[in-house]
Nanobody, 117 residues
Framework: QVHVVESGGGLVQVGGSLRLSCAAS????????MGWYRQTPGKQRDLVAA???????TYADSVKGRFTISRDNAKNTVYLQMNSLNPEDTAVYHC???????????WGQGTQVTVSS
């Protein structure tokens, strides 16, 4: 069983920054991808960014140039540095891990990010 826990959300003003962290534990040997997703009420959960164990990254177009995903393989931890935040970034951010982006199998409870104007 794999356990995923996020931290680092909160309230920030427009233009500000936040850093999210996510730690995974358990049987991770074939879970090569870690990623961040976000969801707002009534909408589907969308990929924000993902990173493989080798460091290959994928970003949603809406966050390119503003968000940076990184990971520490020794700690099974992934980070999301979010800069130049705007109100459209307000959402619950979920961390997930799995063998591929298309098969993310373990999810965290989520952390709220609110960007106020």
């Amino acid at each position: 069983q794999v356990h995923v826990v996020e931290s680092g959300g909160g309230l920030v003003q427009v233009g500000g920054s936040l850093r999210l962290s996510c730690a995974a534990s358990g049987r991770l040997w074939y879970y090569t991808v870690m990623g961040w997703y976000r969801q707002t009420p009534g909408k589907q959960r969308d990929l924000v960014a993902a990173i493989t164990r080798s460091g290959s990254t994928t970003y949603a177009d809406s966050v390119k140039g503003r968000f940076t995903i990184s990971r520490d393989n020794a700690k099974n931890t992934v980070y999301l540095q979010m800069n130049s935040l705007n109100p459209e970034d307000t959402a619950v951010y979920h961390c997930a891990t799995g063998p591929t982006i298309a098969s993310m199998e373990s999810w965290g409870q989520g952390t709220q990010v609110t960007v106020s104007s």
